[in-house]
């Protein structure tokens, strides 16, 4: 290498690139957690007491085995939360309006 012009040397071996780790390259990502997809989308869109459930039963997996999926567990858990409260609102509201009907229709008699 010192007999040669700096253009005609072969170019330096590549090293590993900054703020990088230089190993494993190609290192897949833990999966997703199911339990904590269902408990996203059971509490937004079907039924959300399971989502509820599917959110506590996601958190408590993810713990133990270190999958991804905390972020949707949790919203999940909101969701279901927030759902079930407006459902059972909605019910209540529904029982008192059928039960005024029923009243009212057999007050006259």
Do not use: H
């Not at 005609?8 to 190609?26: C, E, L, R």
């Amino acid at each position: 290498m010192t007999d040669q012009p700096p253009s005609q040397q072969p170019p330096p071996a590549p090293g590993p690139t900054p703020g990088y780790p230089p190993y494993p390259p190609y290192a897949y990502p833990p999966p997703v957690n199911m339990y904590a997809i269902l408990a996203l989308v059971f509490g937004a869109m079907v039924f959300p007491p399971l989502g509820i459930y599917f959110g506590n039963k996601a958190k408590k997996q993810i713990a133990q085995t270190g999958e991804r999926g905390v972020e949707l567990a949790t919203a999940g858990l909101v969701v279901g939360w927030i759902f079930t409260a407006i459902y059972g609102l909605f019910v209540l509201v529904w029982c008192g309006f059928v039960g005024t009907m029923i009243v009212g229709s057999t007050a006259g008699r």
